[in-house]
């Protein structure tokens, strides 16, 4: 570490992109942050990326727009990036970087620290086992999510990921407890119309004051997208490991952050792998997804959503691919539901929540919650077989059975799928809905439910008992 912080480097080898190259430097580390001044005295902050004998690559968070290669000066200041967090930050917008958005004051109290995160014991971990509720059906009832989970949202450009989003951050709970909640959204890359309705969304609900709102919009330096999510995330640290709250993060969009990566890879001319993406693009978002869970000596938790659009709607493009290798399960919007005008357009056959049977069932939700979900599930998928059927033959073509199936596919996808950006349905209402709509298959078509289950919750009506 620089001993004299008075110590200043006067001038640049070269700028590249969002990067400046400082020769002379000593006793530089990486991470290290930088104050830059421009030729104005402008202050800028960046981040060591790499020290090659004795030059510093340096990531200037402010983008590096009007540097002069001879007048720039740099000031090593020999510790990492860190944020002043506290509990005063819920209710308030701010930057990538933990700074007010909103015109007002900084954040009181609290304690600064690194963005990096500290490491958690694998062994310390608890495994995820508390069901959290949305109030969306499709989520809730088919594709739980269970606090301390990695559940990320797979969309596509159009489809309404942010409704989606701000309806998830209005009406997420945790039923029927008294433990303090709290929800962080990170936007990054977003438009400001976007970031906007997120704003007034969260306004108009009521919502805002327990919620903190990271944003990097669009016309933000690109690189200060990879440190709005670390932002978030030590906040979340806190909040959940030090003042025992139970925190959901939601990270929109991660395909905007992987873009900034790309950029600084590319800028420090990197051998590029996958889609020109960098090579270490897995460790660098699992050295995020994995700051989500429990541990055994804290009472709090972090739930985690990473949001993130497949480019050309490719569930193997890089971006979906490796965060479904890191996470418990994805939740898939689909294009031809929203085409139908349903939303949210979530397809009930791609979509999964590994973590569901371990937070949902008799003592959480209900008994029948994974019956329930597994019946729809094949039933679904039958339909789906069927429509395949008749987009060849011809629906008349088929027997009465498989048009019951292609009825129940209707109205599981106008009923229960189909649902108000502002409604707000608990579990034992997804669940009853669940069963009306099953009820319009005949009983002995409900393999995957117990007799006593079908007693209790089946809804005969005419027309279900067709006959073999």
């Given at each position: 570490?620089?001993?004299?912080?008075?110590?200043?480097?006067?001038?640049?080898?070269?700028?590249?992109?969002?990067?400046?190259?400082?020769?002379?430097?000593?006793?530089?580390?990486?991470?290290?942050?930088?104050?830059?001044?421009?030729?104005?005295?402008?202050?800028?902050?960046?981040?060591?990326?790499?020290?090659?004998?004795?030059?510093?690559?340096?990531?200037?968070?402010?983008?590096?727009?009007?540097?002069?290669?001879?007048?720039?000066?740099?000031?090593?200041?020999?510790?990492?990036?860190?944020?002043?967090?506290?509990?005063?930050?819920?209710?308030?917008?701010?930057?990538?970087?933990?700074?007010?958005?909103?015109?007002?004051?900084?954040?009181?109290?609290?304690?600064?620290?690194?963005?990096?995160?500290?490491?958690?014991?694998?062994?310390?971990?608890?495994?995820?086992?508390?069901?959290?509720?949305?109030?969306?059906?499709?989520?809730?009832?088919?594709?739980?999510?269970?606090?301390?989970?990695?559940?990320?949202?797979?969309?596509?450009?159009?489809?309404?990921?942010?409704?989606?989003?701000?309806?998830?951050?209005?009406?997420?709970?945790?039923?029927?407890?008294?433990?303090?909640?709290?929800?962080?959204?990170?936007?990054?890359?977003?438009?400001?119309?976007?970031?906007?309705?997120?704003?007034?969304?969260?306004?108009?609900?009521?919502?805002?004051?327990?919620?903190?709102?990271?944003?990097?919009?669009?016309?933000?330096?690109?690189?200060?997208?990879?440190?709005?999510?670390?932002?978030?995330?030590?906040?979340?640290?806190?909040?959940?490991?030090?003042?025992?709250?139970?925190?959901?993060?939601?990270?929109?969009?991660?395909?905007?952050?992987?873009?900034?990566?790309?950029?600084?890879?590319?800028?420090?001319?990197?051998i590029p792998a996958r889609k020109g993406y960098p090579g270490y693009l897995y460790s660098d978002l699992a050295s995020l997804y994995e700051r989500a869970g429990r541990i055994t000596d804290s009472e709090g938790s972090i739930t985690l959503m990473p949001i993130l659009t497949m480019p050309s709607d490719d569930i193997s493009h890089p971006v979906?691919?490796?965060?479904?290798?890191?996470?418990?399960?994805?939740?898939?919007?689909?294009?031809?539901?929203?085409?139908?005008?349903?939303?949210?357009?979530?397809?009930?056959?791609?979509?999964?929540?590994?973590?569901?049977?371990?937070?949902?069932?008799?003592?959480?939700?209900?008994?029948?919650?994974?019956?329930?979900?597994?019946?729809?599930?094949?039933?679904?998928?039958?339909?789906?077989?069927?429509?395949?059927?008749?987009?060849?033959?011809?629906?008349?073509?088929?027997?009465?059975?498989?048009?019951?199936?292609?009825?129940?596919?209707?109205?599981?996808?106008?009923?229960?799928?189909?649902?108000?950006?502002?409604?707000?349905?608990?579990?034992?209402?997804?669940?009853?809905?669940?069963?009306?709509?099953?009820?319009?298959?005949?009983?002995?078509?409900?393999?995957?439910?117990?007799?006593?289950?079908?007693?209790?919750?089946?809804?005969?009506?005419?027309?279900?008992?067709?006959?073999?």
């Amino acid at each position: 570490m620089i001993q004299d912080k008075a110590v200043q480097y006067v001038g640049l080898e070269r700028v590249e992109g969002p990067l400046v190259f400082v020769e002379g430097v000593q006793d530089v580390g990486y991470n290290e942050v930088v104050e830059v001044r421009d030729q104005r005295g402008n202050r800028r902050v960046g981040q060591v990326l790499e020290v090659n004998r004795d030059t510093a690559v340096v990531l200037v968070l402010g983008g590096t727009s009007g540097l002069s290669g001879s007048e720039t000066r740099s000031r090593f200041l020999g510790e990492p990036l860190q944020i002043r967090v506290s509990e005063d930050m819920l209710g308030r917008t701010l930057d990538g970087l933990g700074r007010p958005m909103d015109n007002g004051p900084e954040p009181l109290g609290g304690e600064l620290r690194s963005i990096e995160g500290s490491p958690m014991n694998p062994y310390a971990r608890q495994y995820p086992s508390e069901f959290i509720q949305t109030g969306i059906s499709i989520i809730d009832g088919s594709n739980s999510l269970i606090r301390g989970q990695k559940l990320p949202i797979f969309s596509g450009s159009g489809l309404p990921h942010d409704q989606l989003v701000a309806q998830i951050v209005r009406q997420a709970t945790l039923p029927d407890e008294e433990s303090q909640f709290a929800v962080i959204l990170v936007a990054m890359g977003v438009k400001n119309d976007t970031a906007q309705f997120y704003r007034n969304s969260f306004e108009e609900s009521g919502t805002l004051s327990n919620v903190a709102l990271f944003l990097s919009p669009a016309d933000r330096p690109s690189v200060e997208r990879i440190q709005a999510p670390r932002s978030g995330l030590t906040l979340a640290e806190y909040l959940a490991f030090d003042r025992d709250m139970h925190v959901l993060v939601l990270l929109t969009n991660m395909t905007n952050y992987c873009e900034a990566l790309r950029e600084v890879g590319t800028a420090r001319g990197e051998i590029p792998a996958r889609k020109g993406y960098p090579g270490y693009l897995y460790s660098d978002l699992a050295s995020l997804y994995e700051r989500a869970g429990r541990i055994t000596d804290s009472e709090g938790s972090i739930t985690l959503m990473p949001i993130l659009t497949m480019p050309s709607d490719d569930i193997s493009h890089p971006v979906p691919d490796l965060t479904g290798y890191i996470t418990e399960g994805q939740i898939v919007c689909d294009r031809e539901l929203a085409q139908k005008g349903i939303y949210p357009p979530v397809g009930p056959l791609p979509s999964l929540s590994r973590l569901m049977k371990d937070g949902v069932g008799e003592g959480s939700t209900r008994a029948d919650h994974m019956p329930v979900s597994h019946q729809l599930y094949a039933a679904y998928a039958r339909a789906q077989d069927i429509r395949g059927l008749a987009s060849i033959l011809g629906e008349e073509e088929l027997s009465p059975r498989d048009r019951t199936y292609l009825e129940f596919a209707d109205a599981m996808e106008q009923e229960y799928l189909q649902q108000g950006e502002y409604e707000n349905r608990d579990i034992e209402e997804t669940l009853e809905l669940a069963w009306k709509i099953l009820s319009r298959l005949p009983r002995r078509e409900l393999s995957r439910l117990s007799e006593e289950q079908l007693d209790e919750h089946y809804q005969k009506s005419a027309g279900t008992e067709l006959e073999e």
